[in-house]
């Protein structure tokens, strides 16, 4: 599958070390000879272009920020000014405010113009300059502006909905026959997104929640059967429990949404926290927020401003049962209650992860000026490429409860591989 590019490249790019055309990425690893292996998807390779389509002193672009928080929002923006001003010498860079509600011109929300020093030092704050927000777009008013103020190419730096909106706009312009460059930079802590090894932020995230991690070890294991509850991130993927579980391995339960669980019976959670507490006197527990959702009566479900189901409250609900369960057993308790999603994802970036935004924002910007449309810049084996908008929305990225990855989880916290 390729991505549409608005039309024949007649400019000369002004970088160098070009990537060809012709050059492809499959989503999948072929196991060896005899095997029907399908590839999937073929992605072309990121990077710069011979030949673009805008020429570059010409161009307008346009960045926006959506969605909640996440460690790098800032370094992507930084890039990707400095890769438009610096690297192709394109006068003209606006940001636009407060999300995509900062494209429709009721909203009120003046952008500003980015430009090479009004972004020096914006890398080492949390969260975005910029702005950001959830809520439904308005796609015709904010095409009508984006035309009315000459925008080639519009960055959309956010998740999944982010994403589904950006293809809405790219969509939208399509209809209407004006060329611009619809381009994604995928941004979520949760790491969920299709066809990108690691979404930035995920990797900041994952060291700030091993260190409430080694807060909650130390609580837990300093008072008589102490049980430490750490609630983190992650809706429908449990890549931040798994993760910070592997790199803190101090964690002995390990709740995500990919593995339903029972919380009573000889072999459901709640014995076995008890066995674990009779035993070594102190557990420490880790459930993402998407976990244990079947636990809850079913109910219509509520939406958040985008549309996102809005969960249930597992972690709470899960501290109570613990008392309650070491009540039953008339066992003393000293329960610690751990809830730092916020704390997590409105961090600066660190090392890993401001490398990775400084990457995924120039190829954004190679893409974009070679003509690239209806795209996210994606990672996979280690290699950047261009993936369609429409495949990143046609679904979202889930552990694999059988692959490496989930293995060590369970070789780190000894947890059986089902409760109950
Ligand atoms: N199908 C869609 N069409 C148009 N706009 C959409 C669509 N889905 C989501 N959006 C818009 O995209 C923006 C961001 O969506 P959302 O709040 O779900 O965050 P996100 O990008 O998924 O990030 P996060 O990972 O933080 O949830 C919102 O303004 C939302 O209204
Ligand atoms: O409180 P908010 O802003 O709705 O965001 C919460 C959501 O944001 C995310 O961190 C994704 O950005 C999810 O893991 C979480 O459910
Ligand atoms: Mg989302």
Redesign the pocket.
Known sequence: MTVTTLGPCRFRSPRSGFVSEDERVPANIIRGPGRDDDPGPLFELAGPREMLFFDPPRVRAGIVT???LCPGLNNVIRSLVRELHGGYEVREVIGFRM??GGLDPRNHHEPVVLHHSSVDDIHQQGGTILGT?????D?AAAVDNLIRRKIDMLFCI?????Q??AF?IYEACKARGHALAVVGVPK?I?NDVLYVDRTFGYLTALEEARHVIDAAHNEARSVENGVAVVKVMGRHAGFIAAGATIASQDVNFTLVPEVPFRLDGEHGFLAAVIERVRDRGHAVVVVAEGAGQDLFPAEPKATDA???VKLKDIGPFLAKAIGEAFAAAKLPLTLRYFDPGYQIRSRPANCEDAVLCDMFARQAVHAAMAGKTGMVVGQLHGTFIHVPTALIASGAKQLDTDGLFWHSVLAANQQPDRFG
Do not use: F, L
Not at 133 to 137: A, D, E, I, K, Y
Not at 158 to 162: E, I, L, M, V
């Open positions: 959506c969605g909640g999300g995509y927000s959830r809520g439904p777009v796609v956010g998740g999944d909905g982010t589904r909106g809405a979520t949760d985008s549309g996102n």
